[in-house]
T-cell receptor, first 112, second 110 residues
Framework: NAGVTQTPKFQVLKTGQSMTLQCAQD?????MYWYRQDPGMGLRLIYY???????DKGEVPNGYNVSRLNKREFSLRLESAAPSQTSVYFC???????????FGPGTRLLVL | AQRVTQPEKLLSVFKGAPVELKCNYS??????LFWYVQYSRQRLQLLLR??SRESIKGFTADLNKGETSFHLKKPFAQEEDSAMYYC????????????FGKGTKLTVNP
């Protein structure tokens, strides 16, 4: 099993450009999450999906959109990137909210 | 509101010394608590969780409801323990979110 995979691993964007971060899991998990990790700020939840067909905002949703394409895939879209969105983005999945979350390797995003 | 506080951003100890990473939480009910670890250039992974009461890689953590703490301890630190450690909380009753602390970077010096 690959677990949780993310693409791309690294991306450089110019301010105003858009992009989609892809995440997939092969563990048949119901719940999926997107976090951003910034120095001194820890992990902050952007959006999550408790099940296929549902999405909810987390702590820092502004400037992002998500799509739970199917049970396996959960994408994060930046419509108009800003330098403040420079960060490392992690996707995670779990069987439910109270259970262990399994993380992807992360995507490093630099917005110039 | 749920909140997790890790008061130390950085913690440095020598190999063989005891180590304690502090975690305090704010939650009105009975939370589920976790410690996650991120080694250099690796993804975050679960180290241990309260409900399993396991000792992983020599680490233990005890839930103290009176002090609302879930400190992570190891009696003899090893260099390979150097990593970023995150305490996290999940509320029961259908809560779908984990709330993470800001993390503590542990450095174990030779």
């Amino acid at each position: 099993n690959a677990g949780v995979t993310q693409t791309p691993k690294f991306q450089v964007l110019k301010t105003g450009q858009s992009m989609t971060l892809q995440c997939a899991q092969d563990m048949n998990h119901n719940s999926m999450y997107w976090y951003r990790q910034d120095p001194g700020m820890g992990l902050r939840l952007i959006y999550y999906s408790a099940s296929e067909g549902t999405t909810d905002k987390g702590e820092v949703p502004n400037g992002y959109n998500v799509s739970r394409l199917n049970k396996r895939e959960f994408s994060l879209r930046l419509e108009s990137a800003a330098p403040s969105q420079t960060s490392v983005y992690f996707c995670a999945s779990s069987t439910s909210g109270q259970e262990t979350q399994y993380f992807g390797p992360g995507t490093r995003l630099l917005v110039l | 509101a749920q909140r997790v506080t890790q008061p130390e951003k950085l913690l440095s100890v020598f190999k063989g010394a005891p180590v304690e990473l502090k975690c305090n939480y704010s939650y009105s009910g009975s939370p589920e608590l976790f410690w996650y670890v991120q080694y250099s250039r690796q993804r975050l992974q679960l180290l241990l969780r309260h409900i399993s009461r396991e000792s992983i890689k020599g680490f233990t953590a005890d839930l103290n409801k009176g002090e609302t703490s879930f400190h992570l301890k190891k009696p003899f630190a090893q260099e390979e323990d150097s990593a970023m450690y995150y305490c996290a909380l999940s509320g029961p009753g259908g809560s779908e979110k984990l709330v993470f602390g800001k993390g503590t970077k542990l450095t174990v010096n030779p």
